[in-house]
């Protein structure tokens, strides 16, 4: 079992910036994959950034050049830093990981944090 655990969401003005952070335990010598995805009301769950084992990284069209996932060395914890949060990047945010159990791969959410950006 892999649990992960958001922090760091929050109340922010257009232009600010805020850092999520996700906390993993369990099998975490298991995970193949972490990410960021997120979900407003109305619309559908989105990825946001993701980065493997191996430290390759993707980005929405909608977050590149804003947004950088990041690992520590152990790679675990995995963060989002976010910059030039507009209105649209309201959404609840939930950490993800991909990882292995006896050879099938199986995903792992966490609970989600709120980043609401309003002036």
């Known amino acids: 079992q892999v649990q992960l655990v958001e922090s760091g969401g929050g109340l922010v003005q257009p232009g600010g910036s805020l850092r999520l952070s996700c906390a993993a335990s369990?099998?975490?010598?298991?995970?193949?994959?972490m990410g960021w995805y997120r979900q407003a009301p109305g619309k559908q769950r989105e990825m946001v950034a993701t980065i493997t084992s191996a430290g390759r990284t993707n980005y929405a069209d909608s977050v590149k050049g804003r947004f950088t996932i990041s690992r520590d060395n152990a790679k675990i914890p995995v963060h989002l830093q976010m910059n030039s949060l507009k209105p649209e990047d309201t959404a609840v945010y939930y950490c993800?990981?991909?990882?292995?159990?006896?050879?099938?791969?199986?995903?792992?959410w966490g609970q989600g944090t709120q980043v609401t950006v309003s002036s």
């Open positions: 993800n990981a991909v990882y292995r159990r006896y050879g099938s791969s199986t995903n792992s």
């Open positions: 369990g099998d975490i010598f298991r995970i193949n994959a």
